[in-house]
């Protein structure tokens, strides 16, 4: 469905979220299914440390020339490079850890899985990823007993058009 809507000019809502206990087999069976359909799995960690660089580039510091031909200091934004392999033909977003995101990245990463973008150098402040097809996130259970596995929130719950739950069963 993915394909076809890319080749339509048409942005398909296929974005899955796989729930499952650590060892579950999430990660292998994903990699496995993206093997299968020649599709490019790109992954990426929420847990990151580096994630609000990658999501929404980073301060730095510029010279600039003002209006008197002075040089002056000014702050731009750099952008990160780490999700170019998203811009491959058939690409798909294999977000881990999606609920242990820390929660000021969690609107970046909506935008991400919603609009396939992020923080760029274009017009409107984005850079959009034509090639990105949908998203795949898996997360752990979120209970009492691992207080880094947050609940989603109703806008994170919207964003996935199926919703699995995988057991640690030989099934």
Not at 99 to 107: E, F, Q, S, V
């Amino acid at each position: 469905e993915a394909f076809i809507a890319q080749e339509a000019g048409i942005r398909s809502n296929t974005d899955v979220l796989i729930t499952g206990l650590p060892g579950s087999g999430k990660t292998g069976i994903t990699k496995q299914w993206a093997a299968d359909r020649g599709v490019n799995l790109f992954y990426l960690n929420a847990k990151d440390d580096d994630l609000g660089a990658i999501l929404n580039g980073f301060p730095v510091a510029v010279d600039e020339t003002d209006e008197n031909g002075n040089t002056i200091k000014a702050v731009d934004r750099a952008y990160s490079k780490a999700l170019d392999k998203l811009k491959r033909p058939r690409s798909v977003l294999f977000l881990d850890e999606f609920n242990r995101a820390a929660t000021k990245l969690r609107a970046s990463l909506l935008t991400l899985i919603n609009e396939h973008a992020v923080a760029g150098p274009g017009e409107d402040g984005y850079y959009v990823f034509e090639n990105l097809l949908f998203t795949v996130a898996c997360i752990n259970p979120s209970v009492p007993t691992d207080p880094g596995a947050l609940d989603l929130n109703d806008a994170e719950m919207s964003r996935f058009v199926d919703s699995m739950d995988w057991d640690s069963t030989p099934e």
